[in-house]
């Protein structure tokens, strides 16, 4: 082993400190502004349905209700997995919970045939495309099933 000092040329070291500069500089400015994840893109709504979303066991399904009580789906633990945690992640954001009383939701088709659902008291959303196509059909049957 040599005891020579390591040298790094001061170009990479300034290329670096650029980089995390521009990456906390990012995250700031995302979190600041609310974009990313939780707002997609804004389009007019071409057709919105309040729902509530009610889970009785920690364990159970996910049950999807109309706002007058009619049950429209029920999303097993398995398979249903990814409307579980999109419903829990709009609650937990919300600071609310899904038992019990359950908490409502909206379900949106934008204009720009794009699906979210949505959290009225936080107007955060979970845009629905990057979960694949058999996620949203999951999520666009509950609009068929009585649109407002």
Do not use: C
């Not at 979210?116 to 495309?129: G, K, N, Q």
Request: glycine share 8%.
């Amino acid at each position: 082993m040599s005891d020579e000092p390591i040298r790094v040329p001061r170009g990479a070291l300034v290329a670096a400190a650029v980089l995390i500069a521009f990456v906390f500089t990012a995250t700031i400015v995302a979190r600041q502004t609310d974009r990313g994840i939780f707002r997609p893109a804004n389009a007019a709504v071409e057709a919105s349905r309040a729902i509530r979303f009610v889970r009785d066991d920690p364990q159970g399904p996910l049950v999807a209700y109309s706002l007058d009580g009619q049950a429209l789906a029920t999303f097993p633990i398995e398979g249903g997995s990814f409307a579980i945690a999109a419903v829990e992640a709009l609650s937990r954001k919300a600071h609310r919970r899904i038992d019990g009383d359950g908490a409502v939701f909206t379900l949106r088709l934008g204009t720009d045939h794009r699906w979210s659902l949505s959290d009225p008291s936080t107007e955060r959303a979970v845009p629905l495309a990057g979960f694949g196509s058999t996620n949203i059909k999951a999520f666009s049957n509950l609009m068929s099933e009585a649109p407002q």
